[in-house]
């Protein structure tokens, strides 16, 4: 059985620890007796046994001044999967992550866990309990997940047990939980704007969405277990909370929770997904002229009438991980946590 590393005596670096994922997991470590040091391009809050670095993960210098006597790093740094900008993309998940596995290595980091995503499979059709060794989207549906793809290849393949410079990848489905910025406001802002009365598709579609805890306990999980011993140098692992939902279903019951209609409409899949594919190809031929982003892109459309859902058996078995907190419990506290998103009418 792995020996399980003594926390209180350890120093860790968070870079995108100011993020949504990246604050919760440095609260976690707080708890856990870590002394953290926040690595990230903003600074969100302030804690007592956080030191910040505020800097660009592409500059080397700037990192390895937060890296200074760090034993063990997590990057959960990337920029928003809502931008199209490419070469931003481009430059912070791949330069940027050379610069941080460099930096590492450097710096004497002993362990690297990345924060990657179960999308570096997904290329927009149904991914049905889809397992570590399905290969890499050919095409990927974004910059965002074709940089990923490529961000995640080169920190696996930066593991050397050799050389003492260990590294993992956490592959996240669906995050969320109090504080996100991204789903359940989209959801909500959608919902006010009156667009949220059409069901895509048939509305039977599973989907895995995970509780931010539950991604923070898989982190916590594969750093203490990441030892050069140990099965897991070198190989990415789902975390989800092994409970995937109709897509719909799950929409409907925040929706409800903090009092909007659920959608009840039907269109059909491929009519939504060709009229957003039309929208996208007028606001890139229109943008010298005008600049309007839809609601409905082709990506978002493939991901609200797609299944995609993740088996976490490896991470069972290689980590110990399940689920901390239950989809129901946790879909009761993000509900919760948004007070200010609830319908006023
Ligand atoms: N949310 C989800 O559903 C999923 C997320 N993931 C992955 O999890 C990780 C965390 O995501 P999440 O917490 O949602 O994202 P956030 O945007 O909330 O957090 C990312 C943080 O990284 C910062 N950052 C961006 N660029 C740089 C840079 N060049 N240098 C330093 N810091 C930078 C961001 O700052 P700023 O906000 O100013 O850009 C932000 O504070 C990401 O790697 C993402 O790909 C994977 C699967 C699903
Ligand atoms: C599981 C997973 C990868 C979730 C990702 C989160 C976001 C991509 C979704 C959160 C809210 C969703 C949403 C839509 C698409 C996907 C999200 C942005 C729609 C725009 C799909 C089309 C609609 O009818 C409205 C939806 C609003 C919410």
Redesign the pocket.
Known sequence: MATRVRPSSKRCAV??G?????RHLVEKLLDRGYSVSV????Q?YELPGVTFYQ????DKQALLAALKDVSLVFH??????ASDDRALFER?NIQ?TQTVIQSCIESGVQRLVL?????VVFEGTDVKNGREDLPYAKKPIDYYTKT?IEQEKLVLKACDKQKGFLTVAIR????FGPRD??LVPILVDTARRGKMKFIIGDGTNLVDFTFVENVVHGHILAAERLRADSPICGKPYHITNDEPIRFWDFMSQVLVGLGYPPPRYHLPYSLVYGLALLLWLLSVLLSPLISFKPTFTPMRVALAGTHHYYNCKRAKEDLGYTPVVSLKDAIARTVESYPHLRCEA
Not at 39 to 42: A, L, P, S
């Open positions: 870079i995108g100011s993020g949504f994922l990246g690595f990230d391009i903003r969100s800097g660009d993960l592409c959960c740094a990337s920029p928003s999967p912070v940027g924060t990657s995503s179960a999308s990923k996240p489905h669906g995050i910025p991204q």
